[in-house]
């Protein structure tokens, strides 16, 4: 089963499973605004199957309802990460496994490689890694996989550049070779900062609550429109003059008060991660790791180790900038994702 969208990524995808020798059936996942045609279309230039499963409950319920109530709660949600978790490899996974399909193939940037016996990070079993392009690598939104459902996985994507992949996809006369590429959450599109917040005012169907901008001692110092439009580290957009460069270094939803400081105050040398899940069977053994805190960003070096409730400690070697609260935090040891979680 290969998950089509339609774009670049998925169709290539579907492509190259065939191209593994692979009979392929591709499906779409009705989830907002997606009708399934751009991808029935590649399948028919394929001579695959193509089918669409409206997901847009399950969509509705398990993403954008946690990621508008993140917001609200003063978090920074990371809502491709549940999609991925719940409806791609979990639903979907799941539904392709009970219909007789020996894998799932997506257009993902990471790796599935088989561990040899005895190495770091695997125990012979399958393991997840790193693509091979650094710049499009997107295991950072993986981390949440089961393990022992990565055997059944392919990422046919995840040894290429993206400028190969677009020469693969011209090649076979796909219209998304020279698509613009998305660089938001499918459901706003592109409005950034300010487009999250409209969707959720709209979403909610009433505008976001004011508050007041306070700095670290209390004192109030402008006023905002709600802090949705907010999240940690944040500088632009923020509407209010003090003078200097300010950040947003606390959202308080309780108050309804946005506190802003200086740059070097945003700096922290610990955070707490819930809600793991190892990817390396080995992983809690692991007293050292690189983690990303947020996609892109570059990965910091961190003493780790288990707190009572199950929880994660990381204690980085030097502190790091703006981990915002309900982002992921993802563990690696070199290319090997070895697990990951929330930021508490």
């Given at each position: 089963?290969?998950?089509?969208?339609?774009?670049?990524?998925?169709?290539?995808?579907?492509?190259?499973?065939?191209?593994?020798?692979?009979?392929?059936?591709?499906?779409?996942?009705?989830?907002?605004?997606?009708?399934?045609?751009?991808?029935?279309?590649?399948?028919?230039?394929?001579g695959?199957?193509?089918?669409?499963?409206?997901?847009?409950?399950?969509?509705?319920?398990?993403?954008i309802?946690?990621?508008?109530?993140?917001?609200?709660?003063?978090?920074?949600?990371?809502?491709?990460?549940?999609?991925?978790?719940r409806?791609?490899?979990?639903?979907?996974?799941?539904r392709?496994?009970?219909?007789?399909f020996?894998?799932?193939?997506?257009?993902?940037?990471?790796r599935?490689?088989?561990?040899?016996?005895?190495?770091?990070?695997?125990?012979?079993?399958?393991?997840?890694?790193?693509?091979?392009?650094?710049?499009?690598?997107?295991?950072?939104?993986?981390?949440?996989?089961?393990?022992?459902?990565?055997?059944?996985?392919?990422?046919p994507?995840?040894?290429?550049?993206?400028?190969?992949?677009?020469?693969?996809?011209?090649?076979a006369?796909f219209?998304?070779?020279?698509?613009?590429?998305?660089?938001?959450i499918?459901?706003?599109?592109?409005?950034?900062?300010?487009?999250?917040?409209?969707?959720?005012?709209?979403?909610?169907?009433?505008?976001?609550?004011?508050?007041?901008?306070?700095?670290?001692?209390?004192r109030?110092i402008?006023?905002?429109?709600?802090?949705?439009?907010?999240?940690?580290?944040?500088?632009?957009?923020?509407?209010v003059?003090?003078?200097?460069?300010?950040?947003?270094?606390?959202?308080?939803?309780?108050?309804?008060?946005?506190?802003?400081?200086?740059?070097?105050?945003?700096?922290v040398?610990?955070?707490?991660?819930?809600?793991?899940?190892?990817?390396?069977?080995?992983?809690p053994?692991?007293?050292?790791?690189?983690?990303?805190?947020?996609?892109?960003?570059?990965?910091?070096?961190?003493?780790?180790?288990a707190?009572?409730?199950?929880?994660?400690?990381?204690?980085?070697?030097?502190?790091?900038?703006?981990p915002?609260?309900?982002?992921?935090?993802?563990?690696?040891?070199?290319?090997?994702?070895?697990?990951?979680?929330?930021?508490g």
């Amino acid at each position: 089963m290969v998950a089509m969208s339609g774009g670049v990524d998925s169709s290539v995808a579907a492509l190259l499973a065939m191209r593994m020798g692979y009979e392929c059936t591709g499906v779409t996942m009705k989830l907002f605004g997606n009708d399934g045609g751009d991808a029935a279309r590649v399948a028919a230039s394929l001579g695959i199957p193509h089918e669409t499963i409206d997901l847009k409950d399950e969509f509705l319920e398990s993403v954008i309802e946690p990621f508008v109530s993140a917001y609200e709660a003063g978090e920074t949600p990371n809502p491709c990460v549940e999609c991925n978790i719940r409806l791609k490899f979990g639903l979907l996974f799941d539904r392709a496994r009970a219909m007789g399909f020996d894998k799932l193939v997506t257009g993902h940037y990471a790796r599935v490689v088989q561990a040899p016996e005895g190495i770091s990070g695997g125990r012979g079993g399958w393991r997840l890694e790193r693509a091979a392009d650094a710049a499009k690598d997107q295991s950072y939104f993986l981390y949440g996989i089961a393990p022992e459902k990565l055997e059944h996985i392919i990422f046919p994507l995840g040894g290429l550049t993206k400028k190969e992949t677009r020469a693969l996809a011209a090649e076979a006369g796909f219209k998304s070779a020279s698509a613009k590429e998305s660089q938001d959450i499918c459901f706003i599109g592109d409005g950034g900062r300010a487009g999250y917040a409209g969707f959720i005012e709209s979403f909610r169907g009433e505008p976001s609550k004011p508050g007041n901008f306070v700095d670290t001692s209390g004192r109030i110092i402008g006023r905002h429109g709600g802090v949705i439009r907010y999240t940690i580290g944040q500088r632009k957009g923020l509407g209010v003059a003090v003078g200097r460069p300010v950040y947003v270094k606390d959202i308080r939803p309780e108050t309804g008060e946005v506190v802003l400081a200086d740059e070097k105050e945003l700096f922290v040398s610990r955070i707490e991660i819930t809600g793991l899940n190892w990817q390396s069977g080995e992983g809690p053994r692991y007293t050292r790791a690189e983690i990303m805190i947020r996609y892109g960003g570059r990965p910091a070096w961190a003493a780790i180790s288990a707190l009572p409730d199950g929880n994660l400690l990381a204690e980085f070697d030097e502190p790091v900038r703006a981990p915002a609260k309900g982002q992921s935090a993802v563990l690696y040891d070199g290319d090997l994702v070895l697990g990951g979680g929330r930021i508490g």
